[in-house]
């Protein structure tokens, strides 16, 4: 029986693993934010997006975690087809439950969406745990299996939810933490799950090295997360109250969103009154200049 550790001499893989999950939560709901103000029909390339920055902040989150995992005197290697289809797996169940609960704004639509997309993440984890090649098995505790496929539930349905809600930028970081906190106890309460029977002495020829793969994966996620970081600051969200309708733009002049005023009905009269100018020192006080004083002075 090997020995496992994940937060015990590795913490800062488990602290990188949890930047990555709150960064792709964060860019996940801005992408989707834009794609409810916009619709399927204009706001497809921020799905698409969503559900690239998302799911692969999920994967990233676990296999980032993974660097961490170790079994005494034992090296893991990871099969590559596998690894890349729990990344597929991540990105299509984060694209599917978007769309399901934003197309169909209900509580019901938000339930089968999260049941979903929560049933997706736990296929892509425990696809991930199969992608692991090393001279032995892993044997499994079904309650703590069966917990993290609530947790992962509970997770999709709480990152769909915000989805629909969230649109400010603090509302947006704060819904990240919380959703990465979820993914985080999601994958560890999969990894406490796990047992490994390992042969001391024998090495796995199959597969590649954890960082040998994960490594120019995380780096491509970078330069992905870059892109979508700029496409969302430079498109900001137009979204408050009604997801469909876009945000009226406002200004802090006092007079410019004021109702202009009706015009006076028109009278035949031709009598009207102008009252005479007051000057600046009359304003201030003073009594009423006669605009004709010096004229009648100079005529007597």
Request: with cysteine; hydrophobic share 50%.
């Amino acid at each position: 029986m090997g020995h496992q550790q994940h937060l015990y001499s590795h913490a800062f893989y488990p602290l990188l693993a949890y930047v990555m999950a709150a960064v792709g939560s964060g860019l996940g709901l801005a992408c989707a934010a834009r794609f409810h103000a916009r619709g399927l029909a204009k706001g497809w390339p921020w799905l698409a997006a969503g559900a690239l920055t998302l799911g692969s902040g999920i994967w990233g989150m676990h296999f980032i975690a993974m660097l961490g995992f170790s079994v005494d005197r034992v090296q893991l290697r990871y099969d590559v087809p596998l690894t890349v289809l729990s990344l597929l797996v991540a990105v299509v169940i984060a694209g599917s439950g978007m769309l399901v609960a934003g197309l169909r704004r209900t509580w019901a639509g938000l339930l089968v969406g999260g049941v979903g997309a929560g049933i997706g993440v736990a296929a892509m984890h425990y696809l991930g745990m199969a992608a692991l090649r090393f001279p032995g098995t892993f044997d499994y505790t079904t309650s703590l299996v069966v917990l993290s496929l609530v947790i992962a539930v509970v997770a999709a349905t709480a990152a769909l939810w915000f989805t629909l809600r969230v649109t400010g930028a603090r509302a947006t970081v704060g819904a990240s933490l919380v959703m990465a906190i979820a993914i985080s106890g999601m994958h560890y309460t999969g990894m406490s799950a796990v047992s490994v029977r390992s042969v001391s002495g024998l090495a796995s020829e199959e597969g590649v090295a954890g960082l040998t793969l994960v490594a120019p994966l995380i780096i491509g996620l970078g330069i992905e997360v870059l892109l979508v970081l700029f496409a969302v600051l430079v498109n900001p969200v137009v979204v408050e109250g009604n997801a469909a309708a876009p945000r009226e733009e406002t200004t802090s002049l006092p007079y410019v969103n004021r109702p202009v005023p009706e015009a006076a009905p028109h009278t035949t009269s031709t009598s009207y009154h102008v009252p005479a100018p007051a000057s600046r020192f009359e304003a201030f006080g003073g009594e009423q200049a006669d605009p004709y004083r010096d004229s009648r002075e100079y005529r007597s």
